[in-house]
């Protein structure tokens, strides 16, 4: 595909620019205000059907799989529903147990990823429901579901997810407040996650605004051998995705890491040429984060912390504007997606097609 660069160096660049719009056409038409919800038009399921839900199972690869991380939180949160999410290939793989009450949510950019197509047609063989997150309208994902969101992100060229990815945690943001919506979240919650939505496209604009100061960072950066990537629950799936977009663009060694589990393990290998880069969102678990964060400090670890407000325990802070608690992990990830981006640029990379990789996996 050959689209326009508009004054862009690279694909990953214009689409990492592209996202407040590509996230106000994921809400457009969608929010309800009269009732504090959100209206999906190929959902295909009914009230009654959403209420019977027991769990959720979210399967997806690579960034799909990150950003359904993300959307199984908002879920638990939301509508109050157990979920978790999978990568499609280790599910397809391990003979799993294919429940009724499950609702199957297979996630992907492209719709054409094999591992997730596969899971999907095996799901359906054995009568369960299933729906796609899935951005390429018409694709065979989409096709194969029995319903779900458009993600609408536009086009993606890079082979590194940027937009999609964001855009993705949108849709599943609504899916989370659609379906608490017919459970038990209050009419008070959902105005006030409606609200936040509304917030993100000026949010992002924002950060963008920093991709200056965000560049000079990457450049010092750019100079590590490996990084590790740190959060909390929500945090979390940030740090797993940051992690792999550092990896696929700059091929910089990067590990994501519970926060949690550092002293289970990882912290024997903090020392000053391990830079951390902690994710500390201003939410409950601040305060076990800046604990975490003194932890590596105590080794003489650098930190580079993307926050709500300046860390003391980081080297560096990359403030990001704070939104809702639970639409949180939609913003933090982006100054991310500019770090890996410079760092790839200060290495000479081939940045929209980083070696060894493909677009769409469309093979076993
Ligand atoms: C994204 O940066 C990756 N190149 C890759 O992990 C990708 O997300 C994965 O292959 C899934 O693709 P899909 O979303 O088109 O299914």
Redesign the pocket.
């Known amino acids: 595909a050959s689209y326009d660069m508009g004054g862009h160096d690279t694909y990953m660049h214009k689409e990492i620019h592209e996202q407040a719009d590509a996230v106000d056409r994921v809400l457009r038409g969608r929010i309800d205000d009269r009732f504090s919800t959100v209206h999906l038009g190929g959902l295909n399921l009914d009230a009654r059907e959403a209420r019977q839900i027991r769990r959720v199972k979210i399967l ?7 950003a359904g991380m993300i959307g199984a939180q908002m879920i638990e949160e939301l509508a109050r529903i157990p979920a978790d999410a999978e990568p499609a290939s280790e599910f397809r793989y391990r003979n799993a147990v294919v429940d009724p009450d499950t609702l199957y949510v297979a ?7 094999y591992d ?1 197509l596969a899971a999907v047609q095996e799901l359906k063989r054995k009568g369960a429901r299933v729906l796609g997150v899935v ?2 309208v018409g694709s065979a ?1 989409a096709r194969e579901a029995d319903g779900g969101v458009y993600v609408h992100a536009g086009p993606e060229v ?5 937009k ?2 964001t855009n ?1 945690t949108v849709a599943f943001a609504l899916l989370a407040l659609h379906l608490g919506r017919t459970r038990d979240l209050s009419v008070r919650d959902g105005k006030r996650i409606i609200e936040g939505l509304r917030r993100l496209p000026e949010q992002i604009t924002e950060i963008l605004k920093q991709e200056e100061e965000i560049k000079a960072l990457a450049e010092e950066y750019a100079a590590a051998r490996s990084m590790l990537f740190i959060g909390r629950v929500r945090g979390y799936p940030v740090a797993r995705e940051a992690s ?2 550092l990896k ?1 663009v700059s091929y910089i060694h990067a590990e994501a890491y519970p926060a949690s589990e550092l002293k289970h393990g990882p912290l024997a290998l903090i020392e000053p040429a391990l830079p951390t880069v902690a994710i500390v969102p201003d939410d409950d678990l601040l305060e076990k984060n800046r604990a975490a964060m003194e932890e590596i400090k105590a080794r003489s670890g650098k930190i580079l912390a993307v926050a709500h407000q300046d860390q003391e325990k980081a080297d560096q802070t990359i403030v990001v504007p704070k939104n809702e608690d639970e639409l949180d992990p939609i913003l933090m990830g982006i100054p991310l997606q500019l770090l890996a981006y410079h760092t790839a640029l200060a290495l000479g990379r081939d940045i929209d097609k ?1 070696r060894n ?5 469309t093979v076993e």
């Open positions: 997806g690869c690579g960034t799909s799989y990150h996630v992907s950019q492209s719709g054409e990823t997730v951005n390429v994902i890079c082979v590194v997810s940027t999609c990815f993705t792999l977009k696929e980083p990789l493909a677009k769409s996996v």
